[in-house]
T-cell receptor, first 117, second 115 residues
Framework: AQSVTQPDIHITVSEGASLELRCNYS??????LFWYVQSPGQGLQLLLK??????LVQGIKGFEAEFKRSQSSFNLRKPSVHWSDAAEYFC???????????????FGQGTRLTINP | ETGVTQSPTHLIKTRGQQVTLRCSSQ?????VSWYQQALGQGPQFIFQ???????GRGNFPPRFSGLQFPNYSSELNVNALELDDSALYLC??????????????FGEGSRLTVL
């Protein structure tokens, strides 16, 4: 079964500190991997995605993520967080299909990030 | 280029009623999917529409139904509302065709409260 696990429900870091959000997935084939961010009362915004190639991917707002196939992980990192990064972060996995079909994304439960001033 | 827009943003219904949520996809996108996000949870896939036909469905009962129109806008209908249907309903669109890059563009959602 396809699943995504985000082990940390809530993380608090100080402004300027580094950040790593964990994501582990279970998928039967090579997946597409995504990180989305959701601010309170808002929809989801794509931070970055991994399809193939370089396992370290860069995204918007200074975020990056590293795909580790051997660990089935896709952790999100940022070297120095800003107060505006406070939000809910979701890891998601989807099929790496080249045929037209249902693009069903499976999301993790999310990690709520709080920034201390 | 306009993004994905959803209406209404908030609504309250009572158990047993029916609700229709609406979504306008991003310009140039012919594929629309709907997700349910319960409080404190990640979004869950309801179904997807491509060229006005449902081409994928998640683990939701038949009382969840949808439509896609020729302009690629979409509706989500839920009949016989239950308390557990209270959630944020997200619409997402993407460009169809190949290759399938999979990237979805989400609206801000419709928050449904069932009393």
């Amino acid at each position: 079964a396809q699943s995504v696990t985000q082990p940390d429900i809530h993380i608090t870091v100080s402004e300027g500190a580094s950040l790593e959000l964990r994501c582990n997935y279970s998928y039967g084939a090579t997946p597409y991997l995504f990180w989305y961010v959701q601010s309170p009362g808002q929809g989801l915004q794509l931070l970055l995605k991994y399809f193939s190639g370089d396992t370290l991917v860069q995204g918007i707002k200074g975020f990056e993520a590293e795909f580790k196939r051997s660990q089935s992980s896709f952790n999100l990192r940022k070297p120095s967080v800003h107060w505006s990064d406070a939000a809910e972060y979701f890891c998601a996995v989807g099929p790496s299909t080249l045929i037209q079909g249902a693009q069903k994304l499976v999301f993790g439960q999310g990690t709520r990030l709080t920034i201390n001033p | 280029e306009t993004g994905v827009t959803q209406s209404p943003t908030h609504l309250i219904k009572t158990r047993g009623q029916q609700v229709t949520l609406r979504c306008s996809s991003q310009s140039g996108h012919n594929t629309v999917s709907w997700y349910q996000q319960a409080l404190g949870q990640g979004p869950q896939f309801i179904f997807q529409y491509y060229r006005e036909e449902e081409n994928g469905r998640g683990n939701f009962p038949p009382r969840f139904s949808g439509l896609q129109f020729p302009n690629y806008s979409s509706e989500l209908n839920v009949n016989a509302l239950e308390l557990d249907d209270s959630a944020l309903y997200l619409c997402a669109s993407r460009a169809g065709g190949l290759p399938n890059t999979g990237e979805l563009f989400f609206g801000e959602g419709s928050r449904l409260t069932v009393l």
